[in-house]
């Protein structure tokens, strides 16, 4: 599988953006998709997940309730709707697919929040 992120960019506090998450392969809907953040300097960590019929099964703490993940299986695509940004989302932001010991990166698309 190789996946491909689109839809970062540069935005001011309190704006939207929605990232995209392309897949390859027919088999995308067997895998868990993930989407994690990098900010500069600083670890990797997860920011939402999902399973493979749809349905989101976890949101850190600091982007529950600003941030949507959501797939289509048809169209071998995930999605991060992503509401209200803060500086603080600054960093580059990772799709991840995984199904069993597997897993797959996309290489990043940055999302920069500032005024």
């Known amino acids: 599988v190789q996946l491909v992120e689109s839809g970062g960019g540069l935005v001011q506090p309190g704006g939207s953006l929605k990232l995209s998450c392309a897949a390859s392969g027919s088999t995308f809907s067997s895998y868990v998709v993930s989407w994690y953040r990098q900010p500069q300097g600083q670890a990797r960590e997860l920011v939402a997940h999902i399973d493979t019929a749809g349905t989101p099964v976890y949101y850190a703490a600091h982007v529950k309730g600003r941030f949507t993940i959501s797939r289509d299986n048809a169209k071998n695509m995930a999605f991060l709707q992503m509401n209200s940004l803060e500086p603080d989302d600054t960093a580059v932001y990772y799709c991840?697919?995984?199904?069993?010991?597997?897993?797959?990166w996309g290489q990043g698309t940055q999302v920069t929040v500032s005024s």
């Open positions: 991840k697919a995984a199904v069993g010991w597997d897993e797959y």
